[in-house]
């Protein structure tokens, strides 16, 4: 029920902004009253073509960018208490960046003796692709939902550049 709240509550917040801060500002007050006590973490991002990135935290682990944890302002999460604020963090993706955002079922995921996979091990993992991270979690023995989102910055020109290419083939007549 709480996903549904904040799905809906996403989608019309985004009609008039999308400032991270602002974001998870007025997520916070549709979350008040009707979370019956539950609250939620969540990161907002906002990255430009440029690879601007103007980050806000509820309350949420930080990201990674290659390989190194992100210093961004912690907050309460939503839901927890009215009028809450939110600072952002800015940054700049360089070509060949990556920028990894998992929650704490990757840092939780536990052996079967109860080690913790951890954050020195789930910081190594971040320059990973998202799928190596998720089956990485798992391997482990990670039990809690996990999703895990990783960008990496390319150049606009060469992506355009292929698209323009004459096929090495030409298809039968």
């Not at 907002?44 to 103007?54: R, Y």
């Not at 003796?113 to 954050?119: N, P």
């Amino acid at each position: 029920m709480l996903v549904s709240v904040l799905v809906g509550a996403i989608r019309s917040v985004a009609e008039f902004t999308y400032a991270p801060d602002q974001m998870l500002s007025h997520l916070n007050e549709r979350m008040m009253g009707r979370s019956n006590g539950g609250f939620a973490t969540a990161l907002a991002a906002l990255v430009t073509a440029e690879g601007n990135v103007t980050i806000a935290n509820a309350g949420h682990l930080p990201p990674y960018l290659n390989g190194r944890e992100v210093e961004v302002t912690g907050a309460l999460p939503l839901g927890i208490v009215s009028g809450a604020q939110y600072e952002t963090t800015h940054l700049h993706l360089e070509v060949s960046s990556r920028l990894t955002f998992y929650p704490d079922g990757v840092i939780e995921a536990q052996d079967r003796s109860g080690k913790l996979l951890g954050f020195d091990r789930a910081r190594d993992l971040s320059t990973q692709p998202a799928a190596a991270i998720v089956e990485a979690a798992r391997a482990f023995g990670q039990q809690d939902d996990i999703t895990v989102i990783t960008l990496e910055r390319i150049v606009v020109a060469e992506v355009l550049d292929l698209e323009q290419r004459t096929p090495a083939w030409t298809p039968a007549s």
